[in-house]
């Protein structure tokens, strides 16, 4: 049985991915998790809480999966490449989701601050870790590439940004 605060958040992860943070209101989680609304509020006391909760468990389980992916293929090619790799497989996944952190900054506005501080963490967290991947000259680079293949390869639905970005990586570290 899942806990209550566990089937808000898998609820308002569906929900956000389709149709978006700004769009998915309270009711409608409190309805499609079959919870009481008090419920809700014993666990979050906004729908900003509950997105905080949602990328903090995002961030954890990426994480995850990137480390295991990377450890797992890093005798096939670098870590580095692997980390590449391992956005194809969750292309692959999620059918080409994108950025979940980005996906909901692009519908912040200025008094979302906590929302905001999640997703800087979650990013420099990021960069921190293609910083142990790569020489400290390149890894503000590859950190870049990183992040823009995953956007264009949402927008265009395709795997070649992923892979283009991939190839001049390697072309720098060799």
Not at 84 to 92: G, I, K, R
Request: proline share 1%; charged share 25%; hydrophobic share 40%.
């Amino acid at each position: 049985m899942m806990k209550v605060r566990d089937k808000l958040i898998y609820t308002a992860a569906r929900l956000f991915h389709r149709h978006g943070y700004n769009s998915t209101g309270i009711n409608q989680i409190i309805e499609e998790a079959e919870i009481a609304k008090g419920s809700f509020y014993y666990n979050f006391k906004s729908k900003e809480d509950l997105c905080i909760a949602y990328l903090e468990f995002r961030h954890t389980y990426w994480f995850t999966k990137l480390r295991q992916y990377v450890k797992k293929h890093a005798g096939e090619s670098s870590e580095v490449l692997c980390a590449f790799d391992f956005l194809v497989s969750m292309n692959e996944l999620e059918n080409f989701r994108g950025c979940s952190f980005l996906n909901i900054l692009s519908e912040l506005n200025e008094n979302d601050s906590k929302i905001l501080e999640v997703i800087r963490s979650h990013k420099s967290d990021l960069r921190d870790y293609i910083k142990t991947l790569v020489s400290p000259g390149i890894s503000d680079h590859v950190y870049l590439l990183f992040e823009s293949s995953i956007i264009e390869s949402q927008l265009f639905k395709d795997q070649w940004p992923i892979i283009k970005s991939k190839n001049i990586v390697q072309s720098l570290i060799n």
